[in-house]
C-alpha cells in the first residue's frame, strides 16, 4: 500500500512506495500538479542532490529531481519547464561546477526572474564546496553545508527552509546577578583548554564563511535578507569561539 503524500504548498497529491517507487495521481481538469522543491545541480554534485531531496521528502516536502523524477521516454526540455515553472521554489547545489555550467544557468535565473527580491525566496543556494558566487548570485544568502558532517548538514538545510529562524527553545537569560567571586577562576587555577578535537580546518572553514558573509553584508538592501544574512554572521562567530579560535 503506498503512502499519499501532498506537496506542502499545493494539494497535488504523489503517492509513495515502498522500495522507493512513486506515482503521480491523474490531475482535475485544468489542475497543475506543483512540488514544493526543484533541485538543480550539475552531474558533478548529483550525490549531493539527492542526499539534499531525500532529505527533503523524509521532513515532508516534494522534490522534483533529474535523477528520480526524468524517466524514459519523457522529453528533458519538457521536463524542465515543467520543473522551474511548476515547483515552488528551486534549490540549487552551489559548486564551482554548478558556477561554470552553461546548462544550469536557466534553471537558476528562472526563479530569480519570479522573485528578483527574494520576498517569496523563491531561489535558494545550498553551498557544497568552497565557492563564491559573483553576479546576481553573490547578493543571495545561502544554505553553507560545507565542512558539515551529516547531522550537522540536516539540521542547517532544514533550519534554512523555515520562514523563520527562531529557536524552538527560550534564549537564556542575559541579565541576573553577577557571578559571586568564589566563582570566578583563581590566579592559580589555569583556564580550562579549548575542546582538542576540533582541527583547525574546522575553524578555518568557519573563519573563511564569516569573512565572506560580512563581505556581503552591506551589499544586501533587503530587510529580511540582511537579518538572514547577519543571523549567519553571529553563527559564524558562535562556533569559531566553540572550536576555541577566539
Not at 544568502?141 to 524552538?168: F, H, N, T, W
Request: hydrophobic content about 40%; charged content about 20%; glycine content about 8%.
Amino acid at each position: 500500500m503506498g503512502e499519499i503524500r501532498r506537496s506542502r504548498f499545493h494539494p497535488s497529491p504523489v503517492e509513495h512506495f515502498e522500495g522507493g517507487g512513486s506515482v503521480a495521481h491523474p490531475l482535475a481538469p485544468g489542475e497543475t500538479a506543483m512540488r514544493d522543491i526543484f533541485v538543480s545541480y550539475t552531474s558533478a554534485d548529483r550525490v549531493w542532490a539527492e542526499w539534499v531531496a531525500w532529505e527533503l521528502e523524509a521532513a515532508g516536502y516534494t522534490a522534483f529531481i533529474q535523477a528520480w523524477d526524468f524517466r524514459p521516454g519523457s522529453n528533458f526540455v519538457l521536463e524542465m519547464q515543467r520543473a522551474a515553472s511548476q515547483c515552488q521554489r528551486t534549490i540549487v547545489m552551489l559548486s564551482e561546477n554548478y558556477l561554470k555550467s552553461v546548462f544550469t544557468q536557466p534553471e537558476w535565473a528562472a526563479a530569480f526572474a519570479v522573485d528578483p527580491q527574494g520576498l517569496a525566496r523563491k531561489l535558494i543556494p545550498v553551498r557544497v564546496d568552497r565557492c563564491h558566487p559573483e553576479g546576481l548570485l553573490k547578493a543571495i544568502v545561502y544554505i553553507d553545508l560545507v565542512g558539515l558532517d551529516s547531522v550537522q548538514a540536516r539540521k542547517i538545510l532544514l533550519e534554512g527552509l523555515r520562514d523563520r529562524a527562531k529557536p524552538s527553545a527560550p534564549p537564556v537569560f542575559p541579565g541576573g546577578p553577577t557571578k559571586p567571586v568564589s566563582a570566578q577562576p583563581s590566579a592559580g587555577v589555569p583556564a580550562p583548554k579549548a575542546f582538542p578535537g576540533a582541527p583547525s580546518r574546522v575553524i578555518g572553514l568557519w573563519q573563511e564563511k564569516l569573512a565572506y558573509f560580512l563581505e556581503q553584508e552591506p551589499l544586501v538592501a533587503d530587510p529580511a535578507q540582511k537579518y538572514a544574512l547577519q543571523k549567519q554572521i553571529e553563527e559564524c562567530r558562535t562556533r569559531i569561539r566553540e572550536f576555541g579560535g577566539g
